[in-house]
């Protein structure tokens, strides 16, 4: 019997061009912006020698019949290993369904634990593009398997799987801070087949892309990411009142690529000064200041 455990950080994209026309699903992806959490899924992983592939899973202790993201990548990881009986556990810091990339953080903590868990007949890398492959075919997310791989702040330039695609990385990040507010969530297939929407996305986001390439600051991004937002159409009214609320004070919030979801980077007091001041417009509601991670998805522990 094998036990090994995984973190892969959350992710907030800011604005992205949708490039999924390769029929390879390692080349298919993202070109994009965003960033990287302190906070996101931890993935704990038991497997022992069985006579045929089973498992059982479990999202924040709660046995799940739907993970069709890890069921995904337990199947594809099926072909590289003898028959194990698996169980697997899921711990999701982040709000789901919410634009926070934890569908693509527990494909790959998963991955990476699973491949540790059953003698690591894998690389670490062809871990990663099984995590990728399984989210593209599920259509739950384009890039954040790569991004949660590298971790930090930066912009993908060049779409495709980890190994494959390419990204920059913003100066020093080690004085900001993210600040979010969770309403609710939006389905990341759901916008991803959306024809309309998906026009809307490449009508400005590969020109985005590019401009924060040239010239990459925190304030950049903020700004090219509200405009994104506003160009896509899918502010809601809540998110509208909240905008309207810090645009006066100073502070540049956009929305999370795809949730009911505002945030915003900055210096750490300038975010909790934001904090305090959406915590008093919008009662009921928990503003979350956290750090920036800057090491990406590894594993934390294991017991072959």
């Known amino acids: 019997m094998g036990t090994a455990s995984a973190y892969a950080p959350g992710h907030l994209t800011g604005l992205f061009q949708i490039c999924d026309q390769p029929s390879d699903p390692l080349l298919k992806g993202a070109r994009g912006s965003g960033v990287s959490l302190d906070l996101g899924v931890h993935t704990t992983v038991t497997a022992r020698q069985a006579e045929a592939m089973s498992w ?22 099926s072909g590289h290993t003898s028959p194990q009986e698996i169980n697997v556990e899921h711990w999701v810091e982040t709000p789901v369904v919410a634009g926070f990339g934890s569908s693509g953080g527990g494909a790959l903590s998963l991955a990476l634990a699973l491949n540790e868990a059953t003698g690591a007949p894998l690389k670490r890398l062809e871990a990663a593009q099984i995590a990728h492959t399984a989210e593209i075919e599920c259509k739950t997310g ?49 916008a991803l087949t959306n024809s309309a929407l998906r026009v809307r996305i490449n009508d400005i986001g590969g020109k985005f892309v590019d401009e924060l390439q ?8 903020m700004r090219l990411s509200r405009q994104f937002t506003e160009h896509v159409g899918l502010v809601t009214p809540k998110l509208r009142a909240l905008f309207d609320k810090l645009d006066p004070a100073g502070y540049i919030f956009t929305m999370a690529m795809f949730g009911e979801v505002s945030f915003s980077i900055m210096e750490k007091e300038r975010a909790e000064e934001a904090a305090k001041l959406i915590e008093s417009s919008f009662p009921g509601y928990e503003a979350v200041v956290v750090g920036i991670d800057r090491e990406g998805a590894k594993v934390t522990s294991k017991n072959p």
């Open 56 to 77: 059982s899973i479990k999202i924040n202790g709660i046995d799940t019949q739907g993970a069709f993201v890890s069921e995904n990548v337990l199947r594809r990881f």
């Open 142 to 190: 384009l890039g954040s398997v790569f991004a949660a791989v590298r971790g930090g702040f930066g912009v993908l330039i060049k779409p495709g799987a980890p190994g494959i695609g390419e990204a920059i990385s913003y100066p020093d990040t080690s004085g900001l801070r993210v600040v979010y507010l969770h309403f609710g969530p939006i389905p990341t297939k759901e």
């Open 214 to 221: 040239r010239h990459p600051t925190t304030e950049r991004f």
